[in-house]
């Protein structure tokens, strides 16, 4: 009766130890898919609405610093997020289209080494598009772009 015991002891941590081993290669499999990834580490752009964003339309918009941007997302920060891109990285220049598509997050992964990112991730000497840019808690108030007329 104790062998019995023993073996079926033994069959139950083996079994514990298989579940374990399978759900983490679950969790792993699952944190690499990422939004637009396939299975072949290969990117495909999100479908963007018919909008059309550039720089000078974004001219006095409030920015949110505090915003996570990610494959898909659109609008002025992103604008501003191609724009400190290309200042830290001067090859392979992002056309500041507001879009996060698959060229900008492919950039960001190269520079930065992340696949999603706030503004206010960025130090005081990767900056670029806000004048007097201070980090602030929650919110920045400033506008893109403002600047006094000469």
Same mark, same amino acid.
């Given at each position: ?8 002891? /033994? !069959? ?5 130890? /298989? *579940? ?24 495909? =752009? ?16 409030? !920015?949110?610093?505090?915003?996570? *941007? ?12 191609q724009?400190?891109? =290309? ?5 392979n220049? /992002? ?21 999603? !990112?706030?503004?206010? =991730? ?9 004048d ?7 919110? =920045? ?10």
């Amino acid at each position: 009766m104790e062998i019995k015991t023993q073996y079926n002891t /033994l !069959i139950l941590i083996l079994f514990l130890v /298989l *579940m374990v081993y399978v759900l983490r290669k679950m969790t792993n499999e699952n944190k690499s898919k990422g939004k637009g990834i396939n299975e072949n580490s290969t990117c495909e =752009n999100p479908d963007f609405p018919e909008v059309l964003i550039n720089a000078r339309d974004c001219r006095g918009s409030i !920015i949110d610093e505090n915003r996570v *941007m990610s494959l898909g997302n659109y609008g002025c920060d992103v604008v501003v997020l191609q724009q400190r891109l =290309n200042k830290l990285e001067q090859i392979n220049i /992002l056309s500041p289209s507001g879009f996060f598509d698959c060229t900008t997050l492919e950039k960001l992964r190269r520079v930065k080494e992340v696949g999603q !990112i706030s503004l206010s =991730n960025f130090q005081a000497e990767e900056q670029i598009g806000m004048d007097s840019f201070k980090p602030m808690a929650n919110y =920045n108030t400033q506008r893109y772009m403002d600047v006094e007329q000469i």
